[in-house]
């Protein structure tokens, strides 16, 4: 029993044999093959980040490479919101939309204010009316309106905002 525990411990074989502690008809066991551990991995090393070398696209000579090899959009998409006097720049809209940017209202901030949500969704409407443009609403509850600009494209027969939604059981 001793030669099992020092076997399970892995300390070194008992050179003389106990008869009465060994059993006559033990089996021999064969030598265990060593384990091959590999090498430790080497970390890697670290490069500080102010060592690094990379381009700011934000520099100046990369600005103009950017800008000789493709010019600034003319067009963009907005996102507004009512200011803390729940107002909207209504001249800036209106150039903005003759540009052909693309709006977006949000007027998710006004939940509780249902009349003056319901007013600036009228000044919106006049201001694209104006212009010929028409307004989507983006949710139910018409809170996210969108008035594409002057020379956007909408394609409303085959177009679906979003996926078909099923109930979650």
Request: glycine content about 6%; aromatic content about 6%.
């Amino acid at each position: 029993m001793r030669h099992k525990l020092y076997e399970f411990f892995g300390l070194p074989k008992i050179p003389s044999v106990d008869v009465e502690d060994e059993p006559q008809d033990a089996v021999l066991e064969a030598e265990p093959v060593p384990i091959n551990i590999p090498q430790p991995v080497q970390p890697k090393k670290r490069i500080p980040v102010h060592e690094l070398h990379f381009h700011d696209l934000g520099e100046k000579k990369w600005l103009d490479w950017s800008a000789s090899r493709q010019p600034l959009p003319r067009r963009g998409l907005r996102y507004l919101k009512p200011d803390e006097m729940n107002r909207l720049p209504l001249d800036g809209i209106a150039t903005r939309l003759s540009q052909g940017d693309i709006l977006v209202f949000d007027f998710s901030i006004l939940a509780h204010m249902d009349s003056q949500r319901a007013a600036l969704a009228r000044q919106v409407q006049d201001v694209a009316g104006m212009g010929g443009l028409p307004v989507f609403a983006l949710d139910d509850a018409e809170r996210l309106l969108l008035v594409p600009g002057r020379g956007t494209r909408i394609d409303t027969e085959t177009h679906e905002l979003g996926e078909a939604s099923t109930p979650i059981s």
